[in-house]
């Protein structure tokens, strides 16, 4: 069989062909075998399709194999027809898979297609970074349109011919003009162009089995990624990873910063740790769990993540959570730092279901963000316990979910991720409400419901 229709046949026996009349066909075939599915030359598209946001195309094999032949058209993996033609309408932008299985009682044959529809463009997008949902499906992007306030969900699969994340994918890092995706288990981390959506580089598991948990960018060669035990140095343009083994990172390790000359690291149920950037930058063979790698701490004590934010002064800002209580922490570029309580129902996120934390700001002023009680609270250093709430929003049966909440620094924008947490056979069971908020004025400026098992991780914004 010509090898240019892009047939895999999976056979139950033995390789074989399917015979078929001269007028129906040009396959080369023995006389006597098993007659597998066969179709008509020409009838299903050879090589890439390219169209036009607006146009469609409709694929029609012309089976030429007696008896009954069974359809599964899958795109980017999805089952999504069993009929015999599939007619495919390209709505938005996209770099998709279409796959046709074709089967009888003989075995099986695969066919597949790649369409293109140019002009993929996710700036000014909100991107929401979803964890998928464990056991049946990988993490992925939905894609928001301030303008429209449309959704587009698998925004990353869609663009890529159905490749996935890992698992669990809940945090992401827009830095030195490409996004990283993390993700818990499988494909550790995901390098991709923020704009198009496009994967550049993707990495298999590389932490040893350990889960990625954050990334935190250094230069052009080498990023941190951050995980449930230790910290791992990876080189940008292979995408290994190695261990930085320090005394006590066997606890977990969430967000970090790079302040000046030094690398902070938030470490489970530990005071923050601060490492010399020249070290983690330099020979690593050395140092082992006879000879940890060397670190200091500052006086932040971090029983669950926390995220740190620049203020406008040119200080950092993050949430110390311990048992006992919650601060708001004024870090000064000499490392010295301040404290003021904050709000004693704080909810910092969990390293056991790990999420980033809800702090957050635009770097822009000294107003913050965090989550307290369920409800969203915004702050200063003279201000970081308000008695009421910055928004006034309450939808029966939905709780913030994973990080919560982000602000978009390009226009100041407050957005949160609710989640139906009404119970399985419910009408409103897992659904998903995107909410943006005016950052000066808690303002409702739109509210968007979407079905789905997504579970939002955070929110990014590629601009």
Known sequence: MKSNHLLKLLLIFAVAFTGCSDDDCNLDHPG?????????????????????????YLFAPKVVTAGDVYYQWDFNGEDVSTEPYYNLDAERPMRSKLELALSNDYGRVALESKITVSGADYNGKYLIVNEGWFGHESGNITAFDPTDKSVEQWAFRTQNYGTTFGTTSQSATIWNGKLY?????????????????????????????????????????????????????????????????MSDGYNGSGSGYVWGDKLLINIKGRKVHVVDLDKVLGDLSGYSWINYFPFTTIDVTTSGGCRFVKGADGNLYTIESTTTEHNLVRIKPDLSIEKT???????????????????????????????????????????????????????????????????????GELVATYLSMNSPGHADYYQNTFVRFDGSTGEILSETEYEGYWFPGTVVFPN
Request: proline share 5%; glycine share 10%; aromatic share 12%.
């Open 32 to 56: 006597n075998q098993l007659e597998l599915p066969a179709i008509k030359n020409g009838t299903f598209p050879e090589g890439d399709i390219a169209l036009n946001v607006g146009e469609s």
């Open 181 to 245: 995706v993390c993700s818990k288990d499988g494909k550790s981390l995901t390098v991709v162009d923020p704009q198009t959506l496009y994967l550049e580089k993707q990495s298999g598991s590389i932490l040893g089995g350990r889960q990625a948990y954050e990334f935190i960018g250094i230069n052009e060669q080498y990023g941190i990624l951050t995980a449930n035990a230790d910290v791992y140095r990876v080189d940008l343009n292979t995408l290994k990873a190695e261990q930085i083994m």
């Open 341 to 411: 309580p904050v709000r004693s129902d704080y909810s910092p996120s969990s390293f056991s279901f790990y999420r980033e934390a809800s702090f957050c700001g635009t770097g822009k002023d000294n107003d913050f963000y965090y989550v307290a009680g369920g409800e969203i609270y915004k702050c200063s250093f003279n201000n970081a316990a308000p008695q009421e709430p910055f928004v006034n929003y309450d939808k029966a049966g939905y709780s913030l979910y994973g990080a919560g909440i982000r602000v978009n620094p390009n226009n």
